[in-house]
């Protein structure tokens, strides 16, 4: 059993342990969870102490968690989150920053940020995060690791804290491409029957926003795959900005949030840090009819992409973060600034619901950052596989 000492990473109200239920493909695997997901008998805390003490133990444990420790993964705790989930920064005012290893002196990321460092510091192989708005590709770009956002429902998110139920998934962060390949194999997800991938599509206001550092070493990769990595104006073409599909993103969130949540909010919203509190007040106050219009825009963006994917049988490459992690020390109007910036990339998978993989590129001067990989639903398979190619070489 594990002693909690950093409890900037580890959540004192536990548990601190869970042994393997069976053996399996993860017999030997080490995990931790985000402290979103229940544990039966242990309170799910969403990363703010007044959660924690307005609500009653977990009554069932999230299948997710049941499913590792079934395949022989031994758990060592739950891990922290930024408050409510609702921040990509992995900054927690009550509990602390986690120290990014990659980074030191830079934000580590969230939402997921104690499933990220605890990975990050090679304390166990893999963790399991929740993506809602980018809270497992960020912390994974910020601290260096692969992160694997999967299709919307493709993994069970039962038993676990809702933020916004059109964007919610179950996502996990590891080390290595081959632990998180064993890890998705394990969890028995929803395999894509498609063609092959022939091509990569860099849309170019994503390309703007790649260094040539950080481009040159995603062409290697795309060398080392045999892969053709095609650029193109879709977004333009279809009178699409990556700052509107955040706008959009963040009204339908917010809208979501504020439905299910706003009731707790009004009563304890000052327990919450500034940032976050700002956030959920605006959230309050979106209307229904802007959620709707948010809505109709989401659903006309998500059939064009999935049309995109399916007629030229490509998978996107992205950036999965503008840059590398931003500094601790960064204002908040400039870190804000930058969050509009990250949302746009963030926001392609959040709203069609697709599956993103984020792979880190080691070495830039930025900082830890990479590429992502987002194909068509249930494609999972084929974006790890690719990704395999593109680090080793066919």
Known sequence: MMTIQDTSVYCAQGPQYLGPTGQGILTGYQFVFKDLFDVEGFVTGAGNPTWLTTHLPA?????????????????????????LAYSLNGQNCHYGTPVNPAAPHCIPGGSSSGSAVAVARGEVDFSLGTDTGGSVRVPASYCGLFGLRPTLGALSLAHCFELAKSFDTAGVLAANLETLTTVWNGLGAKAADSKPCTHL????????????????????????AQVALVEGDWLAENHIQ??????????VQGYEIAQLHG???????TSLDPAIAERATWALEISAEQYQQGVAKQQQFSRLLMSQLQDNQCFWLLPTTPSGPPPLDMPAAELANYRSYLMG???????????QLHIPLAGLAEGPCGFSLLGDKYQETGLLALASMMEKGI
């Open 345 to 355: 990339l963030t926001s392609i998978a959040g709203l069609s619901g697709l599956p």
């Open 242 to 251: 990556l700052a509107e599909l955040s706008d959009v993103f963040r009204t």
């Open 201 to 224: 599509y860099l849309d170019k206001q994503c390309l703007s926003l790649l260094s040539k550092p950080r481009l040159a070493a995603i062409q290697q990769y795309c060398l080392n």
């Open 263 to 269: 009731e707790w909010l009004q009563k304890h919203i």
């Open 59 to 83: 009554v069932a444990t999230s299948p997710l968690i049941e499913r590792c420790l079934s395949l022989g993964a031994e758990c060592l705790g739950r891990v922290q989150t930024d408050e």
